[in-house]
């Protein structure tokens, strides 16, 4: 009979094998607890978490966890939010205690600056929230027909007939509002900052008392509205589209980038960039404005002229060159309607 030898387990190796799988769970159960369990229970802390947040000016949390019309917050826009809630100590007080409230009864979140959502992705049978920014309403109006109303430079509406009013929505913040309108062939703006954390209602006044002096046709305000409408229709300074005239393909590729198409004229988004010879001759930029837009924005021209790129609205010179000579700009532009549409064209 063959003999067979066995390997009996003694009591070190059942001690060796019971701390290994101790030690396993309680390192299961520690990433489990640092990665799961302490997080979700963090994430019910909404109210601590944003007051924690906005003291130390936090400004990833608020763009992870702050959103606006159901789009999380860009960099700046939280920083910018920040920023108002921390210069208005006050102001700052309400929002963490209005936080606070709403987390304590979410049911009842929806007015005041936030309300609180539970995105239904909490663990371990905690909630997760996300801090929504209810809209803020402006109410605009204005004494002056064709008062266009803008806010932090963008034009946000515009007032048709005198008396009437425009209601603009915005995230909770601070804002620089801005009327403008023709008031006898003369531009006139009237300015005022609001601070939107409740409705807002502004009345400008546009028309002048008696023996009040109106500002020039062309005077600085206006020529800043010039160079905003500009630079928001092709995202580059007015210097920069001005720079472009007579510059080879490279240059313009550099500068402005791939255009969308490039079928004899280079079509960017709101702008056409024409070549001759290789180099550009022209560049056509749309206004995005109607012909009563022009005139509220520049008022009435001298004369409308049929010429081969279309009707041009022509001003006394002198003005037009005191626009562009402002921004130290000396090539020829010109004001020019097509289909309805107001164009300026570099050449």
């Known amino acids: 009979m063959a003999y067979e030898r066995t390997k009996k387990s003694g009591p070190k190796r059942r001690l060796r094998i019971w701390l ?8 299961v159960a520690l990433f489990l607890y640092v990665y799961g369990y302490r997080p979700a229970a ?3 802390k909404i109210h601590i978490r944003f007051k924690e947040a906005l003291l130390t000016e936090d400004i990833a949390f608020f763009e992870q966890t702050v959103e606006y019309a159901n789009v999380p917050l860009t960099r700046a826009e939280a920083i910018r939010f920040v920023r108002w809630l921390n210069d208005e100590p006050a102001l700052r007080g309400e929002a963490i205690a209005e936080v606070a409230r709403d987390r304590q009864n979410v049911t009842a ?3 005041g600056l936030f309300r609180l959502a ?4 909490g663990r371990f049978g905690f909630a997760d929230y996300r801090i929504e920014l209810l809209p803020q309403r402006l109410t605009v109006t204005a004494d002056r027909p064709l008062t266009n109303v803008w806010l932090d430079g963008t034009q946000a509406g515009r007032i048709e007939k005198a008396g009437d009013t425009v209601t603009i929505e915005r995230m909770p913040g601070r804002y620089d509002v801005k009327a403008v309108a023709v008031v006898d062939g003369a531009t006139v703006t009237k300015e005022e900052a609001v601070t939107l954390s409740e409705a807002t209602g502004l009345a400008f006044t546009l028309t002048p ?3 009040e002096t109106i500002a020039g046709q062309f005077d600085l305000e206006r020529l800043e509205l010039i160079a905003i409408e500009v630079e928001a229709r092709t995202g580059h300074p007015l210097e920069t589209m001005d720079g472009l005239l007579n510059k080879r393909e490279t ?5 402005l980038g791939e255009p969308n198409d490039r079928n004899g004229v280079w079509r960017y988004e709101g702008f056409d960039v024409t070549f001759e010879s290789g180099r550009v001759s022209r560049i056509d930029i749309d206004l995005d404005k109607r012909p009563d837009d022009m005139v509220a924005l520049l008022g009435e021209p001298k004369e409308r002229v049929d010429t081969d790129l279309g009707k041009e609205w022509r001003y006394d010179r002198s003005l037009v060159e005191s626009i562009f000579t402002l921004f130290g700009l000396q090539t020829d ?7 309805g549409k107001l164009f300026v064209v570099i050449s």
């Open 333 to 339: 532009k010109r004001f020019i309607e097509r289909d």
């Open 20 to 27: 290994a799988g101790t030690a396993l769970l309680a390192v």
């Open 109 to 111: 979140s929806g007015e």
């Open 209 to 211: 008392e008696s023996g």
């Open 118 to 121: 539970d995105t239904g992705e």
């Open 42 to 44: 963090e994430n019910e």
């Open 251 to 255: 240059t313009v590729l550099e500068q």
